[in-house]
């Protein structure tokens, strides 16, 4: 019994040594053997996502705080890592086309990191640091330099931001609602002038890359809609003047969210003046 105790500690040992080593090299951007770097990272990133799926040793390895640690560094590193080279899109010496692919190539690997951390349930990690971020993000790409170039990049940051409206929208990340309300103003307009745009580009040309698919307006506005509907009355009603108020009132449409809020609203007004009513009667005397 010993010796099959201390053999499973050595597999399990073995495995959350080659399970750290993958998640660092999946996420890594070195500058040595620059011509490698792609196929290293592919490979890493293939190499946890068999791991999550079959190893029978990784649920335990998953569980063990140190992994956990050592994941939120390495998650942490990752988005101060995008957060700088996102800044240099507005650097007038730098190469716009070139830190575009490379940026574009950043923003792939955060969604296998989003998809890696789901099944790790850090997901909440994913969401704080996008959230964090996203402020800066837009303050670069709404630059007026940018105007009418880098597509790709401004609808794969739409994309990036779904799953983080799903994820906090559906309840698989619970956060403040000052947290949530933020990340919507934050979002919202956003994306409902990136819909407008996409959405003429494609009426010129119908075959344009660069729109939002039906599958992701879907996909935000049910996010939306749930997010929203979830938030306390005040800000729900915040938000909703604004969305009625906004010239692209087309998308998202939070037209059910809207009926919810009224409904609740109606309702609530209903068993206060029921409250208020039944206090304001005088006591029956007593006999």
Known sequence: MPIF???????????KEVFLSAIRHATSVGDSFPQFEDDLRNSAQEQVDFMLEDDENIPLVIADDEIKVETRIVVSNVFCSFENEFSLILEPD?????????????????????????????MKDFVSHWANISRNLLKVIEDKRLDSVMWGLKIKLIEVT?????????????LPAESRVELLKTWLPYIRKMKSLSDKMSKMEEASPYKMSEDLCQCIEGAIVSLVSALPSNDQADILADWISAEQVKYPDLSEAFEIWCYRTKSAQRRLDEALTESAMPLSPST
């Open 5 to 15: 105790s201390n053999i499973k500690e050595t597999e399990l040992s073995g495995t």
């Open 162 to 174: 779904s799953k983080v409206l799903e994820a906090v929208g559906y309840g698989t990340v619970v």
């Open 94 to 122: 730098v190469a716009n086309k070139e830190t575009e692919e490379k940026i574009m190539r950043s923003l792939s690997d955060l969604e296998w990191m989003h998809n890696t951390l789901s099944k790790m349930d850090l």
